[in-house]
């Protein structure tokens, strides 16, 4: 089957540094996606890990190992706007040679002053 | 704004009918992907075209079905619709169907079944 575990809630306070994690336990693996989405809004790209290791991207970081198939999602100098829905999707292959995004529940973070 | 357009942004309905919704992808994109979410289940994949033809396919019911036509704009039929059939409709696309292709996500139908 296919898996995918993110704290459901996240509290944290603006200026600061948050960091949400994700396990998974899919069959197959090819990439593994992290998202944003505002209440009643379309999801939008934060970042993708294909390999292991850390990928920078301005005040967001996220981080992956295969191996124990867990990545996490760094926020650094928490802004209010931060405060969103920020899901994990794993990307796995489909007959044919296609792939899919399995996504997790998704980690609703609130950013307070 | 994505590029990707979805209509209607709204539509409310009875159960038991049948509505269509319809995505328009990024210019220059080829595949088209189609999510349910509901408030207790997250973001669901459904159905996958790519250049018009169906490539892969998630928990998609049996009562829904989805084309993609020729000049690439997709529609997703949902059927003798049920009171949990309610939730947003987002489409995506994506340029092709591997390596690096992020999913750029349209702003959502939201259904609402009465």
């Known amino acids: 089957g296919q898996n995918i575990d993110q704290p459901t809630e996240m509290t944290a306070t603006e200026g600061a540094i948050v960091q949400i994690n994700c396990t998974y336990q899919t069959s197959g693996f090819n990439g593994l996606f992290w998202y944003q989405q505002h209440a009643g809004e379309a999801p939008t790209f934060l970042s993708y890990n294909v390999l292991d290791g850390l990928e920078e991207k301005g005040r967001f970081s996220s981080f992956l190992s295969r191996s124990k198939g867990y990545s996490y999602l760094l926020l650094k100098e928490l802004q209010m706007k931060d405060s969103a829905s920020y899901l994990c999707?794993?990307?796995?292959?489909?007959?044919?040679?296609?792939?899919?995004?399995?996504f997790g529940a998704g980690t609703r973070l609130a950013v307070h002053p | 704004d994505s590029g990707v357009t979805q209509t209607p942004k709204h539509l409310i309905t009875a159960t038991g009918q049948r509505v269509t919704l319809r995505c328009s992808p990024r210019s220059g994109d080829l595949s088209v992907y189609w999510y349910q979410q509901s408030l207790d289940q997250g973001l669901q994949f459904l159905i996958q075209?790519?250049?018009?033809?169906?490539?892969a396919k998630g928990n998609i019911l049996e009562r829904f079905s989805a084309q993609q036509f020729p000049d690439l704009h997709s529609e997703l039929n949902l059927s003798s619709l049920e009171l949990g059939d309610s939730a947003l409709y987002f489409c995506?696309?994506?340029?092709?169907?591997?390596?690096?292709?992020?999913?750029?996500f349209g702003p959502g139908t939201r259904l609402t079944v009465l």
């Open positions: 075209y790519y250049n018009g033809e169906e490539r």
């Open positions: 999707a794993v990307r796995v292959g489909v007959s044919g040679g296609y792939n899919k995004l399995i």
């Open positions: 995506a696309s994506s340029v092709g169907m591997d390596r690096h292709n992020e999913q750029f």
